[in-house]
């Protein structure tokens, strides 16, 4: 919302208008829900298979089969992270933001997920343990695991102060791509995507609506766990804003590492379960 000068007159049932009730738009009682108690049983059973140290200002690829959980967690000192999600085998298939804000809310918890982009629509990741799960909304209406920011990223940063930093959350994710799986800078690029951004305490102010942000509640210890319903190519970036609590997209906040670790389960544990399948529309639009 801008301030503009030649504000309208309100029509005289404008306060009328302003009274009418919201509607939820994606009332979630019909959406497929994961069987949680299921998902606890798996994990008892899981054990550690390997971990990925994420250094302070980087990214890096991580792989999760589809079964499996992957747990981030906080080391050292407060620190926000951006998380990307692909098919392993399909970089076309990438988390959905928008949409799982549309279907979940602002900020996600245990029981929600991580959905995947049109024309696949289906879950990617569930989430199944959030220690920073008691934060709830504060009195500014911010909330944590936020999926309405983007990404940090040098192109806002140029447009906005000229800047030229190659530190940003977007190209930790580029360069980690392009890493893992040795393609160049050119094709990674395209594939990184808004993220989840795990651990980041942010929200809209009541006032102007605009984005803000502010010191995450995490510390080291704190994790978000996930419950991997296909086999994914994870991309985590420890973001330049550290906890986010004054600036990002520079080297001046204090940043420290991100953990992944993740955990197999036996084979029999996963008998009768099987990854969900891509959304169920035909494709026709009518045609
Ligand atoms: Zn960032």
């Known amino acids: 919302m801008s301030n503009v000068e030649n504000t309208p007159t309100p029509p005289a049932d404008a306060e009328a208008r302003r009274a009418v009730a919201p509607v939820i738009c994606y009332p979630n009682d019909s959406l497929p829900g994961p069987d949680l108690p299921w998902m606890q049983e798996v994990r008892n059973q899981a054990e550690k298979i390997g971990e990925t140290l994420i250094p302070a200002r980087e990214a890096r690829c991580f792989e999760v089969p589809a079964g499996h959980f ?3 967690t906080s080391v050292e000192g407060p620190q926000v ?15 959905y933001s928008g949409k799982t804000r549309a279907l979940h809310g602002t900020h996600l918890t245990v029981g929600e997920r991580m959905w995947s982009s049109f024309p696949f629509l289906r879950p990617m990741a569930t989430i199944t343990t ?12 911010g909330s944590v695991h936020d999926v309405i920011g983007t990404r940090c990223d040098p192109y806002t940063g140029n447009l906005l102060s000229g800047t030229q930093y190659h530190h940003c959350c977007h190209s930790n994710l580029t360069r980690a791509l392009a890493d893992h799986l040795n393609i160049p800078l050119t094709e990674a690029e395209p594939a990184v995507h808004d993220v989840l951004n795990v651990f980041m305490c942010t929200g809209f102010t009541r006032d102007t609506g605009q984005y803000f942000m502010k010191a995450s509640p995490v510390r080291p210890g704190d994790h978000l766990e996930f419950f991997s319903e296909i086999d994914l190519l994870g ?5 330049p804003g550290g906890d986010c609590s004054s600036e990002h997209s520079s080297d001046t906040a204090a940043c420290y590492p991100l953990l992944v670790e993740v955990f197999a389960p036996p084979k029999e544990a996963l008998i009768g379960w099987q990854s969900p399948a891509p959304n169920g529309y035909d494709r026709s639009h009518g045609r």
């Not at 992270?81 to 076309?92: E, Y």
């Not at 991309?235 to 973001?239: D, E, I, K, R, Y």
């Open 235 to 239: 991309g985590l970036s420890a973001c």
């Open 130 to 141: 959030d220690t920073l799960g008691w934060y709830g909304i504060d009195e500014f209406g």
């Open 70 to 72: 992957f747990r981030i």
């Open 81 to 95: 992270g951006d998380l990307n999600l692909w098919n392993l085998r399909d970089l076309s298939e990438r988390f």
